[in-house]
């Protein structure tokens, strides 16, 4: 026996009406699952339905469960990725100060060798103070991190419709 309450993954968009989708849009007769309703009454999963006869079950949004619920993907789709390459849109602006050091050589403007050779006289060590260019956004993009996982529909075990017990 199916224990009540207990939530179920699956690849198909209808388990049965036993099984409640929850996916914020399917709207159920409250008169049809009274049990459900009144175990389920503090749950933030049970959700207001267009009037007051029927109620609808909540999505899980993505990142609060373990697994994806799928209803803003195809179910059975294969969704994430396990790494990330960040590009100059994901780094915020910046730039670096640096001293530059080089040397300063003079020729010798005169001689006998002046026209074959350039002779130098002297090295001169100097410095200036440098920024380097800016790189990266201003407002850089947010790097999207989706982990690996599967996606599949998710129901909760309702029992069955008062309607259809009363039948068999």
């Not at 410095?127 to 380097?132: C, E, F, I, M």
């Not at 996982?149 to 419709?161: D, E, I, Y």
Request: hydrophobic share 40%; net charge positive; proline share 6%.
């Amino acid at each position: 026996m199916t224990p009540f309450c207990i939530l179920r993954h699956g690849i198909c968009t209808d388990m049965g009406p036993a099984w409640l989708r929850l996916d914020d849009a399917t709207e159920y007769k409250r008169a049809m699952y009274p049990t459900f309703l009144d175990k389920a009454k503090d749950s933030q999963l049970i959700i207001a339905g267009s009037t007051a006869a029927t109620f609808r079950s909540r999505k899980v949004p993505a990142g609060y469960a373990t697994v994806a619920s799928g209803f803003d993907l195809k179910a059975g789709d294969l969704i994430g990725s396990d790494k990330v390459t960040l590009t100059l849109d994901n780094i915020p602006a910046n730039d670096h100060s640096y001293v530059d050091a080089y040397a300063d050589a003079k020729t010798q403007t005169s001689g006998l060798l002046c026209d074959l050779v350039t002779i130098m006289l002297g090295l001169t060590v100097k410095t200036a103070d440098k920024t380097t260019g800016k790189a990266g956004k201003a407002n850089p993009n947010p790097v999207p991190i989706k982990p690996l996982g599967f996606v599949a529909h998710l129901f909760v075990f309702a029992k069955h419709p008062q309607a259809q017990r009363a039948a068999s």
